[in-house]
C-alpha cells in the first residue's frame, strides 16, 4: 500500500496526475520518450498446443538508461506478472491501470536492468497471440499481430512507437514445429521433447513490429537471394505454383522501391508467413500476410500479375520504412 501511495504522490509532482492513467497519453508518452534510451529486451516463450490453455508463460530482461528521477510506468495488459527483480532488488509487483509501478526507490540514473515472469494471453480471435488449429489436418499454430498497440498484451514494455528498441526473441516448442521471428535464426537447443530456438538482436525497431509464428510451418521453395515464404503443412502442395511469382515480385519490389527512396532495404532478412484468419497488413521484417482458404494458397482466385504487383509493392513500401514509423 505505501508503495502505490508512494507512486501516486509522484506521479502528481511530475505530470499532475494522482494515479497512473489509463492508457498511454501523450503526456506520458512525451515524458517516457525524452527520459527512456538504449532499451533491450531480451523474451522467452514457452509455446506449444495444450489443450485448454488460454495463456502462455513468458520471461523477460529488460535493460534501459534512465535521465530522470521517479518512478516509471511499464505497461502491460496480460496476466500474472511475477518474480519482478529491478536493478538486483527483489520488487513487489504493483499495477494500476494495465501498468506496472516501477517504485523511485529501486530505480536509478543511468542504466537499469529489471526481470519478470509473465503469462501472455492466447485465443482464437482477438488476441495479440492467435491460436490456430488447420481443420485440414489438425495441426496447431501459434502467431502475433501486435498492431498498433498490442505488444503490451503480450509482454510487460514501454508500448509507445517512438521508444524503439533491440530484441532478441526465444521460444520454446515441441521438436517438430518451426518459429519465424524478425531476426535470423542463431541457435537451436534440443531439450527432449522440446527445443530452445535462440534468434539474434534486432536492429531498433517499435514495440508494435515484433512478430513470430510457431508451428509446423513449411519452406516453399527456398532460393537464395529470394525472400522465404512459410506455409501451413496442409496447404504445401496448393502454395507450390504461386510461391515463386511471389517470391519474384517481392524482390523486385524491394529492389525497386529501394533504389527510388534510396534507401537500402534495412534488415538482415525478409520472410513471408501465409497464415488464415489475418484481420489487416502490417510492417514486419518477418511479413505475417492473410492466407486464402478457398481456391488456393495465396489468393481466392487465380491472381493477374498486377494484382500480385500492388499487394507486394504496398507490403515492401511498409517495411522499407518501417524504421522511421511512429
Known amino acids: 500500500m505505501w508503495l502505490r501511495a508512494g507512486f501516486a ?3 502528481l509532482a511530475v505530470t499532475g496526475w494522482a494515479s497512473a492513467p ?8 512525451t515524458e517516457r520518450a525524452a527520459a527512456i534510451s538504449d532499451i533491450r529486451y531480451t523474451l522467452r516463450f514457452t509455446i506449444w498446443p495444450q489443450p485448454n490453455a ?5 520471461s523477460e530482461e529488460l535493460s534501459f538508461n534512465l535521465s530522470k528521477d521517479g518512478p516509471l510506468l511499464l505497461d502491460f495488459r496480460g496476466e500474472n506478472a511475477r518474480n519482478l527483480m529491478l536493478n538486483g532488488r527483489s520488487t513487489p509487483v504493483v499495477t494500476e491501470n494495465d501498468h506496472i509501478v516501477l517504485p523511485a526507490t529501486s530505480l536509478e540514473r543511468g542504466a537499469n536492468l529489471l526481470s519478470l515472469e ?11 497471440i492467435t491460436r490456430y488449429e488447420d481443420k485440414e489436418d489438425g495441426s496447431v499454430y501459434f502467431y502475433t499481430l501486435f498492431v498498433p498497440m498490442d505488444a503490451s498484451a503480450a509482454f510487460p514494455c514501454f508500448d509507445q512507437p517512438d521508444l524503439k528498441a533491440r530484441f532478441t526473441v526465444n521460444i520454446i516448442r515441441r521438436n517438430g514445429d518451426i518459429v519465424i521471428a524478425n531476426a535470423k535464426h542463431k541457435l537451436e537447443d534440443g531439450m527432449g521433447l522440446f527445443a530452445l530456438d535462440t534468434f539474434e538482436e534486432t536492429e531498433p525497431i517499435s514495440t508494435y513490429l515484433v512478430a513470430f509464428a510457431v508451428g509446423p510451418f513449411q ?11 512459410y506455409v501451413r503443412h496442409s496447404q504445401v502442395a496448393r502454395a507450390q505454383s504461386e510461391i515463386p511469382a511471389v517470391q519474384q515480385v517481392t524482390a523486385d519490389g524491394i529492389k ?18 501465409l497464415i488464415p484468419g489475418f484481420p489487416f497488413g502490417g510492417m514486419w ?16 482466385a487465380r491472381p493477374r500479375k498486377t494484382t500480385v504487383s500492388a499487394a507486394i509493392l504496398s507490403c515492401s513500401t511498409n517495411s522499407l520504412t518501417n524504421g522511421s514509423a511512429t
Open 9 to 11: 504522490m509522484g506521479v
Open 22 to 29: 489509463v492508457g498511454i497519453p501523450r503526456e506520458l508518452a
Open 54 to 58: 488460454h495463456t502462455v508463460p513468458g
Open 118 to 128: 509473465f503469462d501472455a494471453p492466447v485465443g482464437t480471435a482477438g488476441q495479440a
Open 219 to 229: 519452406s516453399v521453395h527456398h532460393q537464395d537471394g529470394m525472400p522465404d515464404v
Open 256 to 273: 525497386f522501391l529501394s533504389g527510388y527512396f534510396d534507401q537500402p532495404f534495412p534488415f538482415s532478412k525478409y520472410d513471408m508467413v
Open 285 to 300: 521484417s518477418t511479413r505475417v500476410q492473410r492466407s486464402s482458404m478457398k481456391t488456393a494458397c495465396c489468393f481466392a
